[in-house]
């Protein structure tokens, strides 16, 4: 009897149990759209993660890709066909007549607009580097394929420099100068409203384009200063602006996708790119002399078959070798190796690029009347100074101040490629934008591969593997420079003695 009725009770609290059960699975189905509109209120106001995704911009910032992606497409194929068009023209009709020189910009504004101009060039790469992660989740890319377009810019870069700059020689710096300007404008658009990763790459191939410009702004220098004095000055102003670009731009970048969207800063971009292709359109004059036309294997062989001018090509791509080895790596040293955060690397970047930007002012106040005696000293402080720190370093591979304290004295000492620039161009005034390429290329080309090398130390042997191969670099860059004046080189190179006033 007890049995029956416990069991009674128990059958009536289970059919109480499910009835309850069946009212709340109700209850839950009706409010299924209230709480989905919850959650989206929730994450378009309070920037919570909705569906999954990280919290990162505003939500009709992220769906520009997908609502203005013609934008994108259209720049891209209108930019092809341009570029498809005037390769036909100069085929069939030959390449316009060069415009007479005109010195109407003052060398002050001149100088205040080339330092402007490559500051804002770095930005284009370094900006969005931070957002790398977040640009693969909206575009759909792997993350091969969007760090990729670091190593297409870099490439397309030197391939155009090679072929406009030397244009520059025959038509004139100007039209290729606004046309790079205008380049810039129209891929930092595209890639703002890029709608996938494959029109992004395409995108930042027209932005790479036209940050080939930046050996321009040399030729440009070299054509507008012919006293050597102030040349120096010029281009140290210069250089300064391109450090303090590489060294903010990945901070303002990173500020600004975080506060917004990634895409914003290449909106911002475009405005500048804008603002600058409009003066240089309205004010900045022709600044190529009027010389004899040479064939392009002509004035190639003129340089290459200098040996002092290719004793300074070479110094400069140990130079860039032995400074490319750290930015490339130090984030594998500091992140993987001493467990850093990517804090502490963005910090030491900065560091290593503000100790960079010091050294120029530092040069400048204690250069001699000689560049090229103050090329000798700069070197040699590189070249020798940095490689015994690196050795030194290289005892005390367990420590991480020991690679980045012998990085900065080395980011100190890079001030010695100003002064073998200018020593450089000096006899090349005829063919500046020739030679500008070529020196761009052996800044750019060999460092690669010195750069490629240092990674592979760093994966063999960990920071002492990198560190000895630093000195190494260093110390075959015053071998290298040393070697050619022994050799008497600067005295075939230079038979007026003009890089010794």
Request: hydrophobic share 45%; charged share 10%.
């Amino acid at each position: 009897m007890v049995c029956d009725v416990t069991s009674a009770s128990w059958q009536r609290g289970a059919d109480s149990s499910q009835q309850s059960c069946l009212h709340l699975l109700q209850y839950d189905v009706a409010l299924e759209p209230l709480k989905t509109q919850g959650v989206q209120w929730l994450a378009q106001n309070m920037r919570m993660p909705a569906n999954g995704d990280q919290p990162h911009g505003h939500g009709d910032l992220a769906e520009l890709g997908h609502r203005f992606g013609w934008v994108c497409s259209s720049v891209v194929i209108a930019i092809g066909t341009l570029l498809a068009v005037a390769f036909l023209c100069a085929l069939c009709i030959g390449l316009p007549r060069k415009q007479p020189k005109d010195r109407s910009t003052s060398d002050w504004a001149l100088t205040v607009y080339l330092c402007i101009v490559t500051t804002f060039i770095y930005f284009g790469t370094d900006q969005y580097i931070p957002s790398l992660p977040q640009m693969g989740r909206d575009l759909k890319g792997s993350e091969t394929l969007l760090s990729g377009s670091v190593q297409l810019s870099f490439l397309v870069k030197a391939l155009a420099a090679l072929l406009f700059t030397p244009l520059s020689d025959y038509i004139g710096r100007r039209p290729i100068f606004v046309s790079c300007l205008v380049a810039l404008v129209m891929g930092s658009l595209a890639s703002a409203f890029a709608p996938t990763v494959y029109w992004y790459l395409a995108a930042r191939a027209i932005q790479s384009l036209g940050e080939a410009l930046e050996p321009l702004v040399f030729a440009t220098i070299r054509d507008c200063f012919p006293d050597m004095q102030e040349r120096l000055l010029c281009m140290s102003a210069v250089g300064s602006m391109s450090l303090i670009g590489k060294a903010s731009a990945p901070v303002l970048g990173g500020l600004m996708a975080e506060a917004t969207h990634w895409r914003v800063p290449f909106l911002v971009l475009s405005l500048v790119w804008t603002g600058l292709a409009c003066w240089g359109a309205r004010y900045l004059s022709e600044t190529s002399p009027e010389t004899e036309h040479y064939s392009y294997s002509t004035r190639l062989a003129r340089v290459l078959s200098d040996p002092w001018l290719v004793t300074i090509l070479l110094t400069q791509s140990c130079i860039y070798g032995t400074y490319y080895s750290f930015t490339a790596n130090i984030s594998y040293i500091a992140e993987n190796i001493h467990n850093r955060s990517i804090a502490t690397t963005s910090y030491l970047i900065a560091g290593f690029s503000l100790c960079s930007t010091v050294g120029i002012p530092v040069a400048q106040i204690f250069h001699s009347s000689s560049i090229l005696r103050t090329a000798k000293l700069w070197v040699t402080a590189f070249g020798v100074g940095s490689g015994l720190i690196f050795l030194l370093a290289a005892f005390f591979s367990e420590q991480l101040w020991s690679y980045t304290g012998s990085s900065m004295v080395m980011g100190f000492c890079y001030t010695c490629c100003i002064p073998l620039s200018v020593i450089y161009l000096e006899p090349l005034a005829d063919i500046a934008g020739t030679a500008t390429a070529v020196l761009v290329f052996a800044q750019g080309g060999p460092p690669a591969v010195f750069s490629a090398i240092a990674t592979q130390c760093a994966i063999w042997d960990g920071q002492r593997g990198i560190t000895a191969f630093q000195a190494a670099s260093a110390l075959l860059t015053a071998t290298v420079f040393w070697l050619g004046l022994l050799l008497g080189f600067e005295e075939a190179g230079d038979p007026d003695g003009k890089a010794a006033k």
